[in-house]
């Protein structure tokens, strides 16, 4: 567990994809350097944040302290979920040891679980702050982001400023073609959020130095995911229980199975509407009903 309060920014020394050393294991290791501060009471198995992912220390250099780097095995998972495997040796990378009792949780509860990568859009100065719009690869951790709630970023405890939902698909029922359509601006259609970094975070964190186009480690606030969770249950239990969903599917399935209902009603009513208003101009402006249900 963590805060998401970078403590220092380290420098990959060596990434090796495979690593026959005992702290290596035959797999994927890096070695930190850069961290002597952070390394003061640092033993093997001990749990520390690179880049907001979660990983165990194997080996630390020189054998006994005071140590100057450290080093981490990875995953072939955490290579895919994470940014990691873009870092590179002389690499900069934000550093959090776990948390400890006399901790002082100054961020969020931070599990080290990374979600998925957010690629860069736009970096826009707002006086000595700066405001990133990232868009996340897997648009469905957005709905575990909302205005003014915790994200972290390579790490780092963010506040959000601003969520923007991936557009749903639509039919423009007024189209000749039905043509499918978000009904959202170009810059929206993928969804994005956006965080602004302080001056002094600026100086503390290895994402203020990051451009368009590159990718942060994001991990949503894990609160999100248990109400998600348990709300899911308690309505597939009323079902359980013969409630609402009788059993079968759940309370929850069968809302919003109803709720899909009323909108199909109301999507061939309207649909109905527009081609009777373009039948009524067809036929000639006899009346001033053909154009009143043609803006429908």
Known sequence: MFTGIVETIGTVQTLES???????????SMTITDCADILTDARLGD????????????????STAPYKSFKVGISPETLRRTNLS??????????ERAVSASTRMGGHFVQGHVDTTATILNVTPDENSLVFRLSPRDKGVLKYIVEKGYVGLDGASLTVTKVVDAAPISIDIASTTGTPSTGAKPEEESGYFEIMLIAYTQERIVTASKKPGEDVNVEV?????????????????LGSEGGVGGGTGGALETMMGRIAEQKIIVFVDAFKQ?????STRSAGPTTGVGTGVGAV
């Not at 606030?221 to 239990?237: A, I, L, P, W």
């Not at 527009?274 to 373009?278: I, M, N, R, T």
């Open 18 to 28: 495979h690593d026959d050393t005992e702290g290596g294991g035959g797999g994927t």
């Open 221 to 237: 606030d894990m609160v999100g995911k248990y109400v998600e969770k348990s709300v899911q249950q308690y309505f597939e239990g």
């Open 274 to 278: 527009a081609l009777q208003g373009k």
């Open 86 to 95: 873009s870092l590179v040796t002389n690499s900069k990378c934000n550093l």
């Open 47 to 62: 749990s520390i944040s690179i880049n907001g992912t979660c990983l165990t220390i194997t080996a630390l250099t020189p």
